[in-house]
C-alpha cells in the first residue's frame, strides 16, 4: 500500500486515539490505523490523505494491539462456549466444559473439568474456533512473534496450544508452550481462589500461515478455569519516516 492513500470506508465513524494513533472501526470490522506525518486532517472527511494501513478482515492488527475479539469471555455463544470459542480434546481424554461459578472478576470464565485421561493422554483446552472466520482466528503476519496471556486457576500444570490456518482455511496443530506450575487448590464459593497469569511469546509465525488459534490446555485429572485471554502481536512498531506516532496531538 502506498504512502498516501485516499480511504472512503472509514468516512463518518466514530475515532479513537491511543497516543498518537488514532484508530476507527469500519465496513466488514476492518481497523484503519492512520499515521499522519504532519499537517492537518479533518475527522469528518469522506477522504483521507495520510499514512494509512487497514488490519481487520483479510489482514493482520497492527503490533502492539490486541487481536482477540471476546477474549475476557464475557459475550456468549454456541453449546455454551464464549463467542468464538469452543473446547477440543485430543487422545483419550474425557474432558467437559462449564460456565465457571467463581469468575474472578465478577464475569465470565471458562472451567474445563478433566475425569479420566486414559492411556494415549494429549490434551484438551478452551481454544478459538477454527472456521475460518477472522474474528475467530485471528490474522497474523508471517514473521512476527506474538505474546499469548491468560489468566488461570488449575489443579494441575497447564500450557498453551497453538495451531496455524492456511489460506484455505486449513488448521492444524503447530507447537505448545513449556509448562506453567497449578495454582493453589481450587475451593468452591465463597471462598476466594488464587488466579495466575500465563504469558508467552511464540516463536515467528511461519511462512504460508495467515491465521492464529490459541487455547490454555490441560492434561491432567482436575480443573483448569481461564480468563481473560490476549493475543499480541509482539514484532517491534514500524519506524522511520513518516512513522512518529506522536504527530497528532
Same mark, same amino acid.
Given at each position: 500500500?502506498?504512502?498516501?492513500?485516499?480511504?472512503?470506508?472509514?468516512? =463518518?465513524?466514530?475515532?479513537?486515539?491511543?497516543?498518537?494513533?488514532?484508530?476507527?472501526?469500519?465496513?466488514?470490522?476492518?481497523?484503519?490505523?492512520?499515521?499522519?506525518? =504532519?499537517?492537518i486532517f479533518d475527522c469528518d472527511s469522506p477522504t483521507l490523505s495520510a499514512q494509512l494501513y487497514i488490519y481487520g478482515? =483479510?489482514?493482520? @492488527?497492527?503490533?502492539?494491539?490486541?487481536?482477540?475479539?471476546?477474549?475476557? #469471555?464475557?459475550?456468549?455463544?454456541?453449546?455454551g462456549f464464549p463467542d468464538h470459542w469452543t473446547g477440543i480434546s485430543h487422545g483419550t481424554i474425557t474432558a467437559s466444559w462449564s460456565i465457571a461459578t467463581d469468575p474472578m472478576d465478577n464475569s465470565p470464565a471458562e472451567r474445563l473439568t478433566v475425569t479420566s485421561v486414559g492411556v494415549t493422554k494429549r490434551d484438551a483446552e478452551l481454544v478459538?474456533?477454527? @472456521?475460518?472466520?477472522?474474528?475467530?482466528?485471528?490474522?497474523?503476519?508471517?514473521?512476527?512473534?506474538?505474546?499469548v496471556t491468560a489468566s488461570y486457576?488449575?489443579?494441575?500444570?497447564?500450557?498453551?496450544?497453538?495451531?496455524?490456518?492456511?489460506?484455505?482455511?486449513?488448521?492444524?496443530?503447530?507447537?505448545?508452550?513449556?509448562?506453567?506450575?497449578?495454582?493453589?487448590?481450587? #475451593?468452591?464459593?465463597?471462598?476466594?481462589?488464587?488466579?495466575?497469569?500465563?504469558?508467552?511469546?511464540?516463536?515467528?509465525?511461519?511462512?504460508?500461515?495467515?491465521?492464529?488459534?490459541?487455547g490454555l490446555a490441560f492434561n491432567s485429572l482436575g480443573t483448569l478455569t481461564t480468563d481473560n485471554y490476549s493475543l499480541i502481536d509482539s514484532a517491534p512498531m514500524p519506524h522511520g519516516p513518516g512513522w512518529n506516532r506522536d504527530d497528532i496531538s
Open positions: 500500500m502506498s504512502d498516501h492513500v485516499v480511504f472512503n470506508e472509514f468516512a =463518518g465513524r466514530s475515532w479513537k486515539k491511543s497516543g498518537g494513533l488514532w484508530t476507527r472501526r469500519g465496513h466488514n470490522n476492518l481497523t484503519g490505523h492512520i499515521h499522519v506525518t =504532519g499537517g478482515h =483479510g489482514a493482520a @492488527d497492527y503490533p502492539g494491539e490486541e487481536t482477540l475479539e471476546n477474549g475476557g #469471555l464475557n459475550d456468549p455463544g454456541a453449546l478459538r474456533k477454527m @472456521d475460518g472466520s477472522y474474528l475467530s482466528a485471528p490474522y497474523v503476519t508471517v514473521g512476527h512473534p506474538y505474546t486457576n488449575s489443579t494441575a500444570p497447564v500450557f498453551w496450544v497453538l495451531y496455524t490456518c492456511d489460506p484455505p482455511g486449513t488448521c492444524s496443530y503447530w507447537t505448545r508452550s513449556p509448562a506453567f506450575p497449578a495454582s493453589s487448590p481450587w #475451593l468452591p464459593p465463597p471462598a476466594i481462589n488464587s488466579w495466575d497469569t500465563a504469558t508467552w511469546t511464540t516463536p515467528p509465525i511461519p511462512s504460508g500461515v495467515t491465521q492464529l488459534s490459541v
